[in-house]
């Protein structure tokens, strides 16, 4: 070897060395501030993520709630045919004031039964209750940062049997008597969710 090429290999060695000890001296890890901001960042996300996530649920449960009354206005609308086809139009009463989650082939899971005049808290969230002092199905929501309450304040969602007469008018001439047009399965009052 040249005394050219050991100057060379020893002037590369001594680069080396000193790029090397350059290199772990700032490759050892965070710093403090690099740390604090990608956790600042992280957190940032994870809020963001997780207020997305709630809101979604809470449009789920409100959908999940829509169709069981879809299913029980179903249910409804295939009794009162079925009194219809029997010869009993008229004879719809009993439906009104009935549970309906009778009318269901299988009750939802998330159905707890029959109470007297039961409130939001003797109801866990996100479940149906019959109250058999007003005759009416109650869904209590387990989300409600988008539920408005109603009149009586409470946060749930009440529905009844709306049973839907008409006049008689024949040849032009009301005959004084009221004949049924229609059952409809819906809240007690507005329901303003969302």
């Known amino acids: 070897m040249s005394i050219d ?32 901001i990608v956790v600042a960042i992280v957190s940032l996300l994870m809020s963001v993520l997780l207020d997305r996530v709630w809101y979604y649920q809470e449009m789920a449960e409100k959908t999940a709630m829509e169709e069981t009354v879809g ?4 249910a409804l609308s295939m009794r009162h045919g ?16 009935e549970n309906p989650m009778k009318w269901l082939q299988k009750l939802p899971r998330n159905y707890s039964g029959e109470f007297y005049d039961p409130s939001p808290r003797s109801v866990a969230p ?6 058999l002092r007003t005759r009416e199905l109650i869904y209590v929501p387990d989300r409600t940062e988008h539920f408005v309450p109603g009149k009586d304040g ?10 839907q007469y008409e006049q008689v008018v024949r040849g032009g001439i009301n005959e004084g008597g009221k004949e049924l047009v229609g059952t409809v399965f ?4 507005p329901v303003n969710w969302f």
């Open 154 to 163: 409470k946060k749930w969602v009440r529905f009844h049997v709306n049973v």
């Open 126 to 131: 996100g479940n149906w209750v019959f109250d």
């Open 82 to 97: 079925k009194n219809y086809v029997r010869g009993n139009p008229d004879d719809i009463s009993p439906m009104s004031t």
């Open 5 to 36: 090429n050991k100057a060379t290999s020893g002037v590369s060695a001594s680069l080396r060395t000193r790029h090397s000890a350059l290199g772990t001296r700032y490759s050892k890890g965070f710093s403090l501030i690099e740390l604090v």
């Open 71 to 74: 299913a029980l206005q179903s």
């Open 186 to 189: 819906e809240p007690t009052e």
